[in-house]
């Protein structure tokens, strides 16, 4: 194993490090605005992100309700349609 091989390993990572440090703002107006953006985003995520959630559920529920309506609407067809068959067939017998 090399001997160097953690130190350039080491070395990655410093330079990771300072590349993300690089990108941060270092002045007071620039902290302030990643604060506010990051604060924006939490508002973001704990206001809209449930929004979007509870549309979804709606959504599956109505189409559950849905399907159930059909089918309930089906079965009061079919019982009319029998109940009007035997009112035909008894007019038929008198």
Known sequence: MNPDSSRIRDSRYVRAAET????MPTTPVGKASLAIA??????????LVPQ??????????????RRHL????????CSRCKEKLRADRGTEAA
């Open 70 to 77: 059909d089918r309930w609407s089906a079965e009061y067809e």
């Open 38 to 47: 990051a604060t924006a985003i939490g508002f973001v995520l704990t206001v």
């Open 52 to 65: 979007l959630l509870g549309g979804v559920l709606l959504a599956l529920v109505s189409l559950d309700m």
């Open 20 to 23: 993300i440090n690089a990108g």
